[in-house]
């Protein structure tokens, strides 16, 4: 009925996205060829040795692998804050205009937190995507407050230039001392990290820039954004208000 045989053969099976696999584990030297350059090399080595019957072949993982999963999820999650962040400012000020202004100044950030991990000597990773993540939500309520204050005495029929140097000075206490007490928290873990949280210094360092920057670009760059973009929309008006009464007087 059936013939037993002893051999060897594998302890377990191992399956990667659904297919058999057999992990190879391997160390490079310190001092040697980086892990990239190694890895190519196997892999353009294995590919010259080995015949790959069809079915089979080889596949490089490890920690790139890991770090272009993790960049790929940090990224949507940023684009998805993003989206929903777009669509509060909307809710929030009923205007696309303001809301556009909002997430155009949180571009301008990149400044602070590229200028950081260039100072610092830091290299862009998954923990600098997850801080700017953070950043992003810290400074977009500042320059809400900031904005928020100039429409609320805009509503109550001061000029635009008035209410922009009445809100200022209003909100320069509060905005100064929030960043500057979340500046120095994070410097000791930015510049001085103990071991256990020196993997966390991206994250510091990327907060400490982008606040630093985003501070300025709040109490400067938010209110200059939000005059031109007003001058805009009063062109636009002026220039639909005369198309309308030129078809007016030709209709007459």
């Known amino acids: 009925m059936a013939r037993v045989e002893e051999r060897r053969g594998p302890t377990r099976i191992e399956h990667d996205n659904f297919r058999r696999g057999i992990s190879v584990l391997g160390y490079y030297r310190k001092g040697g060829a980086p892990s990239m350059e190694l890895s190519l090399g196997l892999l353009m080595a294995a ?57 155009f100044f949180l571009s301008l950030m990149l400044t602070g937190i590229l200028g950081g991990l260039l100072l610092n000597r830091q290299a862009f990773s998954t923990v600098s995507i997850l801080a700017v993540v953070i950043l992003t939500g810290m400074m ?52 001085f990290p103990r071991t256990g949280i020196d993997a966390y210094a991206p994250l510091a360092t990327v907060v400490i820039g982008g606040l630093t ?21 009063r062109l636009v008006k002026a220039g639909l208000g005369r198309l309308a009464r030129r078809r007016d007087d030709r209709t007459t």
């Open 47 to 103: 590919h010259e040795k080995i015949d790959f019957p069809p079915g089979y072949g080889v596949e490089l993982c490890g920690d790139m692998t890991q770090m272009e999963q993790s960049f790929g999820r940090l990224l949507r999650g940023l684009y998805l804050a993003m989206i929903f962040m777009f669509l509060l400012l909307v809710a929030q000020f009923r205007s696309l205009i303001e809301s556009f202004n909002l997430i």
């Open 140 to 191: 977009m309520t500042v320059a809400v407050l900031m904005i928020d204050l100039v429409l609320r005495f805009r509503s109550e029929w001061m000029d635009r230039d008035e209410a922009i140097l009445t809100a200022g000075p209003i909100r320069l206490r509060p905005i100064v001392m929030t960043s500057l007490i979340s500046i120095v928290v994070l410097i000791p873990v930015a510049f």
């Open 213 to 233: 920057m985003g501070t300025v670009l709040t109490l400067f760059v938010v209110p200059v954004l939000h005059t031109y973009t007003d001058d805009l929309a």
